[in-house]
Nanobody, 126 residues
């Protein structure tokens, strides 16, 4: 079983940047990876996914143009660079892995996610 550990969250002001990291305990090179978030009283929502090859990425409309997902399979890590943060980005951010989806598309619609991390809190003040 793969364990995913998120880090890099914190309290920032609107307009600031943060980079989240997800460290996997095993090989993720054959898996699509993704970031999701959950704000208080909301369900978990898709943020960004990346294919196993790294060639394809998907973003929610709310973060497109501001967030960038990337991966480093040599280090078993996935990143989420978040720029121009807004108060509505406040949430717990979760890393997910799919061993049944290499494209990242199925993850983007909430399917085939095999493992989740414990999450890291991001709070953006206005």
């Amino acid at each position: 079983q793969v364990q995913l550990v998120e880090s890099g969250g914190g309290l920032v002001q609107a307009g600031d940047s943060l980079r989240l990291s997800c460290t996997a305990s095993g090989d993720i090179s054959m898996s699509a990876m993704g970031w999701f978030r959950q704000a208080p009283e909301n369900g978990r929502e898709f943020v960004a996914t990346i294919s196993s090859s790294g060639d394809s990425t998907y973003y929610s409309d709310s973060v497109k143009g501001r967030f960038t997902i990337s991966r480093d399979d040599a280090r078993n890590m996935v990143y989420l660079q978040m720029n121009n943060l807004k108060p509505e980005d406040t949430a717990v951010y979760y890393c997910g892995e799919s061993r049944r989806d290499r494209s990242g598309y199925l993850m983007s619609i909430g399917q085939t996610i095999t493992y989740w991390g414990q999450g890291t809190q991001v709070t953006v003040s206005s």
